[in-house]
């Protein structure tokens, strides 16, 4: 199995808002001098090697479907294939020690119930996709 | 013989019921279109109305359309027959390559729900022929990815051909050139952010959409005789 | 390796983790006492989640009870479903019946404001949808710390962004709901949804599993980790090397996933292929399995490897935990599970059977054909433990009575009653809410007849005969602070007066009762006080409780929430056409005033924002006799098309009515205070019962003789004014202002604090 990736971004004359607002935001957190462009990454499971013929199937597709040629921009590269077994999430997750307790809360609040779900301080929580792929509707 | 006006439904299509109900009100007959088949039962016009196609995953529109109904549209539209698409309608358009340009994320980068001004630019189409130049009316508009961009030698050219159907009166998405709707070189494809399927009623709101519905009553009444 | 039911039963000094999954000593002991044996970690795992509050009410069980006291019939006829069902289910007549409930989901929002509001939504609305019904609507009440509290704009963006991200894309309208600020939601943000849905009669769902050998399938979303949280700790306990040690606390909506599942599961129900349907809301498969089988006649078998998964790496416990969103389970007959498979397949929605209905009384579930979980469902789903949380009234609270803002100073001079309005209707909790509510759609489904900011969302039900129905939502916390037994009463009348200004006829009503700690007597109290109030204001009004939902722990530290039991009022309203709209409509209207303005400053938002937050007194005076007459009054205006309009007065008093009224409908006004009236107290007391109405010029006798019928006091105020832009709003005397100015200062607040 071989990883082809496929980066979309805004064209440069097109208004990219999130691209904007993030770049707002990495300034107030201090981050000056930082300008951001938001785009898509795909990534595509192939069989087999990615040879020439694979990359250009992939850049129709990209043409056809994966970006709208009107107002983005693509590029199709081969990747390096991923580490077997585990996503990088996992790997941090094993390194840390064993399943976190959430900090004692003051004797007028319970123990955390799996079902509210939640801590008393935001612990690290995994960051869902919103629905829709970047640029869409929230 | 009353005209036949379809509207489809993609997975995810939330204004179909909507664009049926105003196109019964204005006396034609409506009949629902599935996106799986690939028949469009020969009717005399076709909208694509408002939604969240496929989630808008990918790009609003971009996977209906593909749709095997599609195909058929497509055909039809490049031989004139009247189609209209609404919000997810038009952006699934501009994908479709039937209009030119395409539909981005809001400026003000949230969803915006309002009745808006909008001054009709061109009555030189098949679905705004019983408005006057200049009217100004006021439809719906409910959309987070609404804001029109093309680029600069699109923009001249459609401006130039009179392609541009309608416009903000008081831009709400940063829409380049404040344009809400626009049109194919032939007229007899439309698409505009706004909902007139929501503007039919005074019970719900006002009736500045209704001459959508005669506009194409009028063209299919001179063209099938 | 599983930990199944004959391993349980061989090893019963295994240690188990209860205490990390929420349960206390007495609730594991009394587990192994109805089992006989230690639980498995599965079993573990469900009895954990539906003994939890949230799933089992175990603090509030005794006293919602009462509710079920109260005559179970709405005024237009009885319930074809209450109290312990999905949801309440109310005739409205023409064949149509309506659903409602309304429901939290406060802790998720705080953590993550976006999903959590948006995952709120998608579970009520599939509550009503397992009842059988289209969703045709939503609205939703908020509650957020202080406007300018530095993490307020985050927690606004996210919840907004995801209640309209959610629901718009499920083309539901969204009709209504409030948005109030105050210090004490700061970390606890009170998300409540409600979601309404029409049926025909014939087409009412329950949710029980009947009928032996009938198949119990899933469908819907795959299932992953979402919400797991802490049952990682029993993950540890069974996964040999390789598993994942962190699973996600938030669950993840795909809301294009739930707009699939009501269409695919209305053409379900209109095939009549469904026995029994339960949705998947918070517990899961734990929670649907064992709810479906105890309400049943048999019991169930499932097999937990054909659940769909999202991660395969999940373990039972996981899967039976996990509250992956966009999931139902149906139950149906061998001979339909067909066509049930070719529906789905024809929606794109992934379907599984996973087990049957047995002719026993028992839930066994089992893992690759080992049983790892044989329970009586009744024991985990009804049976739960029910707690008797002492209360006691709070020594401060009689401090607080003593502290009646009628003491507070007033100046009535003409520039500072300006000032305070000027001041009044730019207040967080006056000011203009468009920053929110125009990020949700209000029109889609084209039955929108009366939206926000009207008094009630109204939606047409049958275009055929324009029968409709109208909701309201409403509490104010702080009167609830002052007299939870009578703030409950000020919500149910308040949401009683909001429908029925529309002309509809109030019939039900659903709850959302969001408190503190139970573990605090004195919230503790607060909680049954209002429990009481609301049964006694609904025994006095002849409504019923159709069901609702409690929330409790929202406090951070000793800092609870305000009380905040929030009352859903459904009205049927006969012909929509005939509705009363809240803004002025013609100048030259007369301006008149229904009901009674007492001194009654305490609570208000005048004694908040001009004395520094001032909360002290008590409620205004109720009058249950006084609100049906004038709610009679009002059905009886919108029938005989008597009023040009109606607008309710709630907070802000007659001031802001008289301004939003202006707002609404385009126009200036201008009044005259009745003789001997002090300002101060006219303009700004929130005394309850009063409406403020227009008729066209000179037809004020069909208005009147309408009070006297209905023996209610009535003023003459004064006139509309032109619209325009030179409109004014003038209070003789006193106020003369341009209605731009007003505006202006009405429109700032929320935009400039979410900048």
């Not at chain 2, 039937?98 to 009709?120: D, H, I, K, Y």
């Not at chain 3, 433990?385 to 009535?412: E, F, G, I």
Request: hydrophobic share 40%; proline share 7%; aromatic share 6%.
């Amino acid at each position: 199995m071989a990883r082809v990736v496929v980066d979309v971004m805004p064209k440069q004359e097109i208004l990219d808002p999130q691209g904007k607002a993030v770049t707002g935001a990495l300034a107030r957190l201090g981050f000056e001098g930082l300008s951001v462009r938001q785009g898509k990454r795909f990534e595509i499971e192939v069989a087999g090697e990615v040879t020439e013929a694979v990359l250009a199937q992939i850049r129709s597709a990209a043409e056809k479907l994966l970006a709208n040629t009107v107002i983005e921009d693509f590029t199709v590269y081969a990747a390096p294939a991923p580490e077997q077994g585990r996503t990088p999430q996992q790997a941090a997750a094993l390194q840390q020690s064993a399943p976190q307790q959430t900090a004692p809360r003051p004797a007028t609040t319970p123990r955390p119930v799996p079902t509210q779900g939640t801590a008393p301080q935001p612990r690290p929580v995994q960051q869902a996709p919103r629905p829709g792929t970047g640029g869409q509707q929230q | 013989m009353i005209p036949r006006i379809g509207v489809v439904t993609f997975p995810g299509s939330l204004d179909d019921s909507d664009a049926l109900r105003a196109v019964e009100l204005a006396g034609l007959k409506p009949v629902p279109l599935w996106h799986g088949t690939d028949s469009v039962q020969g009717v005399d016009a076709v909208i694509l109305p408002g939604g969240f196609s496929y989630g808008d995953y990918l790009r609003c529109g971009a996977i209906a359309r593909f749709s095997p109904v599609m195909s058929e549209i497509i055909k039809r539209a490049d031989a004139g027959m009247p189609l209209l698409g609404i919000c997810n309608g038009f952006q699934i358009l501009c994908e479709a390559h039937l209009l030119p340009g395409a539909l981005t994320r809001n400026a003000g980068r949230t969803f915006v729900c309002t009745e808006q001004r909008l001054r009709v630019e061109s009555i030189d189409t098949v679905w705004t022929n019983t408005y006057t130049p200049g009217q100004e009316i006021t439809i719906v508009l409910k959309s987070g990815e609404g804001n029109y961009v093309a680029d600069e030698e699109t923009l001249r050219r459609i401006e130039g051909e009179n392609q541009v159907v309608f416009r903000y009166v008081g831009n709400p998405n940063g829409s380049a050139r404040d344009i809400a709707g626009v049109t194919n070189e032939r007229g007899n494809v439309v698409g505009l952010m706004p909902h007139p399927e929501h503007n039919v009623e005074d019970l719900t709101g006002n009736t500045d959409g209704k001459p959508f519905f005669t506009s194409v009553q009028a063209f299919l009444a001179r063209a099938l005789g | 390796m599983a930990d199944t039911v004959k391993n349980a039963a061989e090893t019963p000094d295994v240690v188990q983790p209860w205490a990390d999954l929420g349960l206390n000593p007495d609730e594991y002991a009394r587990i192994r006492d109805i089992l006989k044996r230690r639980p498995t970690a599965s079993e573990l795992a469900m009895y954990s989640v539906m003994w939890s509050e949230h799933c089992s009410y175990k603090s509030s069980k005794v006293h919602l009870r009462k509710f079920g006291e109260l005559d179970q019939n709405t005024p237009r006829g009885p319930m074809l479903a209450g109290i312990g069902e999905n949801a309440g289910v109310v005739d409205i007549g023409h064949g149509y019946a309506v659903t409602f409930k309304m429901e939290s989901h406060n802790h998720p929002s705080y953590v993550e404001p976006y999903q959590g509001a948006a995952t709120g939504v998608g579970g009520i609305v599939r509550d009503i949808l397992a009842m059988g019904a289209r969703p045709i609507g939503v609205m939703d009440p908020l509650r957020f710390g202080p406007i300018d509290g530095p993490d307020t704009p985050r927690v606004v963006e996210g919840i907004v962004a995801g209640v309209g991200g959610y629901g718009n894309c499920l083309g539901l309208p969204n009709i209504g709901g409030e948005v109030m600020f105050d210090r004490t939601y700061a970390g606890n943000p009170l998300v409540n949804a409600l979601c309404v849905g029409v049926l025909k009669h014939e087409d009412l769902h329950l949710a029980h599993a009947t009928g032996v050998g009938n198949q119990v399938i899933l469908y819907g979303a795959a299932t992953g980790g979402d919400g797991i949280g802490g049952v990682s700790v029993l993950a540890s306990e069974t996964f040999t090397e390789g598993g994942p040690t962190k699973r996600p606390s938030v669950q993840v909506g795909d809301p294009f996933m739930e707009k699939l599942l009501i269409e695919c599961t209305l053409e379900l129900f209109a095939e009549k292929l469904v026995v029994g349907i339960q949705d998947l809301g918070g517990g899961g498969l734990s929670c649907s399995t064992s709810e479906l089988a105890s309400a049943g006649d048999g019991g169930m078998r499932v097999e937990l490897d054909r659940v769909p998964l999202r991660d395969p790496s999940l373990s039972p416990e996981e899967i039976l935990m996990s509250e992956s969103q966009e999931r139902m389970m149906a139950v149906v007959e061998p001979g339909q599970v067909e066509r049930f498979m070719e529906i789905c397949r024809k929606w794109d929605v992934q379907a599984t059977v996973v087990g049957e209905v047995t002719d026993d009384d028992r839930l066994v579930i089992t893992w690759h054909g080992e049983v790892v979980v044989d329970v009586i469902p009744e024991t985990v789903a009804a049976d739960g433990p029910v707690y008797q949380r002492p209360y006691a009234y709070p020594a401060w609270m009689d401090r607080v009575h003593a502290n009646d803002a009628n003491k507070l100073p007033r100046d009535n001079s003409p520039v500072a009653i300006t000032n305070q309005l000027l001041r009044l209707v730019a207040a967080p909790n006056l000011c203009d809410k468009s920053w929110v509510t125009r990020q949700y759609d209000r029109f889609v489904r084209g039955n929108s007849v009366l939206a926000q900011p009207e008094d009630a969302g109204m939606l047409r039900i049958d275009p055929k005969t324009n029968l409709g129905i109208a909701l309201s939502t409403d509490c104010n916390s702080r009167m609830a602070y002052l007299n939870p037994y009578l703030g409950a009463q000020h919500a149910l009348l308040e949401a009683y007066r909001n429908v029925a200004v529309t002309g509809a006829q109030p019939v039900a009503i659903t709850d959302c009762l969001n408190f503190g700690s139970p573990e605090d007597p004195a919230i503790m109290w607060q909680f049954v006080e209002a429990i009481l109030g609301l049964k006694d204001g609904c025994a006095a009004l002849g409504l019923p409780v159709t069901g609702g939902n409690v929330s409790f722990y929202n406090q951070t530290g000793d800092t609870a929430i305000l009380p905040t039991p929030t009352v859903g009022m459904l009205g049927v309203m006969d012909d929509v056409t005939l509705r009363i709209r809240s803004g002025f409509a013609e100048t030259g209207d007369e301006v008149w005033l229904l009901g009674e303005t007492r001194e009654e400053m305490s609570g208000t938002v005048w004694a908040d924002v001009f004395h520094n937050g001032h909360l002290g007194g008590m409620p205004p005076v109720l009058d249950f006799e006084h609100e049906q007459r004038l709610a009679a009054a009002l059905q009886q205006a919108a029938t005989q098309q008597t009023l040009s309009s109606a607008h309710d007065l709630a907070d802000g008093g007659l001031a802001q009515a008289l301004f939003e009224s202006c707002q609404q409908g385009g126009f200036g006004v201008e009044v005259t205070l009745p003789q001997g009236a002090e300002p101060t107290v006219a303009l700004f007391s929130e005394s309850a019962g009063r409406v403020l109405v227009t008729v066209r010029a000179g037809a004020s006798a069909a208005l009147t003789a309408l009070a006297k019928e209905h023996r209610l006091p009535l003023t003459r105020l004064g006139t509309v004014t032109a619209g325009g832009a030179d409109a004014t709003f003038r209070v003789a005397g006193l106020v003369d202002l341009p209605l731009s100015r007003l505006r202006e200062a009405w429109q700032a607040t929320l935009p400039a604090a979410m900048a």
